[in-house]
């Protein structure tokens, strides 16, 4: 059973940068065909995709928040990590980390993820 779990601070201060981790437990997080996502959700507003880490190593953005958002992985730990920087209010969100599977017919489902966690941007 895989599973994923956040872990960061909880309270951000403006213009800071916020770092977060998912350790997975169950899986590799270099097997073929799982990309690594990070995905939020502010509050009274739907889900929103920010960027991945695939198994290879690569790494998308959302085109909205490329310019502040790193994405990278410790294999050796199992744990791959998100960084926004310049954070203000708007992003506050529950942020969660997902795991994606990127073959045949289920291309693109979401098939595990992480209980999220709050972060709140406030001085």
Do not use: H
């Amino acid at each position: 059973q895989v599973q994923l779990q956040e872990s960061g601070p909880g309270l951000v201060k403006p213009s800071q940068t916020l770092s977060l981790t998912c350790t997975v437990s169950g899986g590799s997080i270099t097997a073929t065909y799982y990309a690594w996502n990070w995905i939020r959700q502010p509050p009274g507003k739907g889900l929103e995709w920010m960027g991945v880490i695939v198994y290879d190593g690569s790494t998308y953005y959302s085109p909205s928040l490329k310019s502040r958002t790193s994405i990278f992985r410790d294999t050796s730990k199992k744990q791959f990590s998100l960084q926004l920087s310049s954070v203000t209010p708007e992003d506050t969100a529950v942020y969660y980390c997902a795991r994606e599977f990127l073959y045949g017919s289920s291309y693109g489902y979401y098939d595990y993820w992480g209980q999220g966690t709050q972060v709140t941007v406030s001085s």
